[in-house]
């Protein structure tokens, strides 16, 4: 129903995206999206290219007097860094795509396969899923994330309303709404970058508004939790995802592991906890949709790890290139990025239509349908 591609190399002179099976009638303007860009480049313990690049959209077609037209929707971020006459890159860095790429393609050089394997291409990542979130807030959906963890140090406080998290987040350089917790990740970052290393962490995307429904039981490939599952674990550096308290559940009784089931006339049917994150039998239940992504320490290190040279064969230190001590409050930006699309595309399988007028007709229906039970 709604997919998107991504092309570009992280210093060729721009990345593209499109996005297809987005409705007409959709209001889409490049200053949205670009206020998504800004937030990816935010944080502490980002590199000097954040500075640099400045990352501004173009819209190229889809998009007529500021609404889409029902064609594909393409997007253009120029490189204010490209670079076409860098030398050959030979020493593979442990942790990167440098080894496997070259193994894969018959590459000599390293490079070509650094230059796509980059996060940089979250950046139009990012852009699509600003464009997503279009739809999303069309319908009274809002997607957001925060940082709770960082080289160790977790976060021990946080509101209880899930609504008052977006505003605390954004008022941090680490998007941590700890601010005791914020402190204490920024001296473990600081500590890091004096030793030449770099930190991983956790990042958790919330999203609030998500009527129930959205995904299904039936195949195992539109079950809603792996779809996401897939979509934040091809994050660059992601290594592991849960949805709500995944890993904790595991170790937890049954009888404290489920979210039990009440109704009452005004509210319909209700649940009083959250431990399933949002999602039932791969199916949102209308609770908050939480999902978290364990992102490990980037692969460039100042002080570089031991690797081999591609042509001499001989041992040698990794390539070092220039790269963040911590992109852990990035990420979780793009985490929000690649929920908002898998979301988009769920609440279009269900209640998708040629214009948004039409959408909103069928989501009215649905609800009121579910009302009434």
């Given amino acids: ?18 996005v297809e099976g987005l409705p007409a009638g959709l209001r889409v303007h490049a200053d949205d999206i670009n206020q998504q860009m800004a937030r990816r480049q935010r944080g502490y313990g980002r590199s000097a290219r954040m500075k640099l690049e400045a990352d501004r959209v173009e819209i190229v077609s889809g998009v007529m007097g500021e609404q889409t037209i029902g064609g594909p929707v393409a997007l253009r971020i120029e490189n204010r860094d490209a670079r076409s006459d860098e030398p050959p890159l030979t020493r593979p860095r442990p942790g990167h795509a440098d080894l496997v790429g070259t ?3 018959g590459f000599e050089d390293a490079r070509r396969a650094l230059e796509r394997a980059s996060a940089r291409e979250t950046a139009a ?3 699509v899923g600003a464009v997503c979130r279009r739809l999303l807030d069309e319908f009274a959906m809002m997607v957001f994330s925060h940082v709770t963890e960082i080289g160790g140090v977790a976060l021990r406080e946080r509101p209880s309303r899930w609504e008052d998290l977006p505003a605390l987040a954004e008022a941090s350089e680490l998007r941590c709404v700890d601010p005791q917790a914020d402190a204490q990740m920024r001296a473990a970052i600081d500590a890091a970058r004096q030793r030449g290393d770099t930190l991983g962490g956790v990042f958790e995307v919330v999203a609030l508004g998500v009527p129930p429904g959205l995904g299904s039981y039936v195949h195992w490939d539109r079950k809603l939790d792996g779809r996401l599952a897939q979509a934040v674990m091809s994050i660059h550096a992601v290594k592991g995802v849960e949805i709500g308290p995944g890993f904790e559940i595991a170790r937890t009784p049954g009888s404290r592991a489920h979210d039990e089931i009440f109704w009452d006339r005004p509210r319909g049917f209700f649940r009083e906890t959250n431990r399933a994150g949002g999602t039932e039998g791969g199916v949102t239940t ?21 690797s081999v040279d591609l042509k001499t064969k001989e041992p040698s230190a990794g390539a070092v290139v220039r790269s ?5 409050p990035a990420a979780g930006v793009v985490g929000e990025a690649m929920v908002a699309y898998v979301l988009a595309d769920a609440f279009l399988e269900k209640f998708g239509a040629d214009t948004v007028a039409d959408i909103d ?4 229906a649905y609800r009121t ?4 039970m």
Avoid: N, W
């Fill in 324 to 328: 963040d001590v911590c992109a852990v």
């Fill in 286 to 306: 209308g609770g908050p949709l939480v999902v978290r992504g364990a992102m490990k320490p980037l692969s460039t290190l100042m002080e570089p790890l031991r």
């Fill in 361 to 364: 007709a069928a989501y009215e």
């Fill in 369 to 372: 349908r579910i009302r009434q």
């Fill in 103 to 105: 193994m894969k393609y």
């Fill in 125 to 127: 990542r990012v852009a």
């Fill in 1 to 18: 129903m709604l997919r998107f591609l991504t092309a570009g190399e992280s210093h060729g002179s721009a990345l593209t995206a499109i």
